[in-house]
């Protein structure tokens, strides 16, 4: 049993002629009696009275309706694809990080919504594990993430590099770490830290970072949004290690301070402390104008 054959039997059923039928679907004649013939020999029941008019037999009007939903579904079907690859999608879902949503974000959603003001565009605050699962998941379309080579690997996977930035140290403005200009590594393993919750690709940065300098991350307390971090610092005794672009905020609040670290006293050596952020979809996707026109928006406007 075929599509065409569906087709075939439904508009012989809507004409009421094999010639008619056979004109609307551009075949001759005799292929629409062919495909009839070769679909009642699949069920094993007349469909048509073959006289004058091709009229319904009982097992052709029990067929009817099913043929009929079938054949619309398959309509709306090629339809819903032909609008997706035109660009004709009711909404755009995006996975971001934190820090990336509150700073060089903002400014592209608001040219894509012009850009394409019949399409809407929904935007989720999450980790970076969390946005790649859910990216693979289908849920969202694209992903802005800290760079994992584990997580993005695979032919499918699109990826665009947008940034490197430093890893700098929140402190409260009278904790004793705000008094150098820049923080040895040897001063600040001595303080507790917050960190990101587990998923979240900034905790396991700074863990690996702490392991290959063969000394212990004393995080005191785990969180998963900017304010947290900043309310909880704000108190005194906590520090944080955040990337640059996560302390715009706290760079302008009188009740914290933000130093960079000093690369030159690090523990094991003189490399600098960085995480990479990187834009990810799926190769298919990409081919949908408004994504293609989300990514291209980012790679433009981005640092």
Not at 180 to 201: A, H, M, N, S, T
Not at 273 to 286: A, E, G, I, P, Y
Request: charged share 25%; aromatic share 8%.
């Amino acid at each position: 049993m075929r599509l065409e054959q569906l087709q075939a039997f439904l508009m012989i059923a809507q004409t009421g002629s094999f010639q008619q039928a056979a004109k609307q679907c551009g075949v001759t004649q005799s292929t629409i009696s062919r495909q009839i013939q070769a679909l009642e020999a699949d069920l094993g029941v007349e469909l048509f009275y073959r006289t004058t008019h091709a009229k319904l037999t009982l097992g052709g009007e029990r067929f009817l309706p099913r043929v009929r939903k079938i054949c619309q579904e398959w309509e709306s079907a090629t339809q819903e694809l032909q609008d997706l690859m035109l660009g004709k999608q009711p909404e755009l879902c995006i996975a971001a990080i934190h820090s990336v949503c509150g700073s060089y974000l903002p400014p592209v959603l608001q040219k894509f919504c012009h850009d394409y003001p019949d399409v809407q565009l929904r935007v989720t605050s999450l980790g970076s594990d969390r946005s790649l699962k859910v990216l693979k998941d289908g849920l969202v379309d694209l992903a802005i993430v800290m760079h994992n080579r584990f997580l993005i690997t695979g032919k499918e996977m699109a990826v665009e590099v947008l940034y490197d930035e430093p890893i700098e140290v929140l402190v409260g403005v009278n904790h004793p770490l705000a008094e150098y200009e820049k923080i040895p590594w040897l001063e600040l393993i001595r303080y507790p830290q917050v960190v990101f919750k587990d998923g979240y690709g900034m905790q396991r940065l700074i863990q690996e970072r702490f392991e290959q300098m063969d000394v212990k991350l004393y995080a005191a307390l785990e969180v998963n949004t900017l304010d947290a971090f900043r309310g909880v610092v704000r108190q005194g005794e906590l520090i944080a290690l955040l990337p640059q672009s996560a302390l715009l905020e706290a760079k302008n609040d009188p009740t914290l301070a933000v130093r960079p670290l000093d690369n030159n006293h690090n523990l094991d050596d003189h490399s600098s402390f960085t995480r990479r952020v990187v834009m990810v979809t799926t190769q298919d996707r990409l081919k949908i104008p408004p994504i293609q026109h989300f990514w291209q928006l980012i790679k433009d406007n981005f640092p």
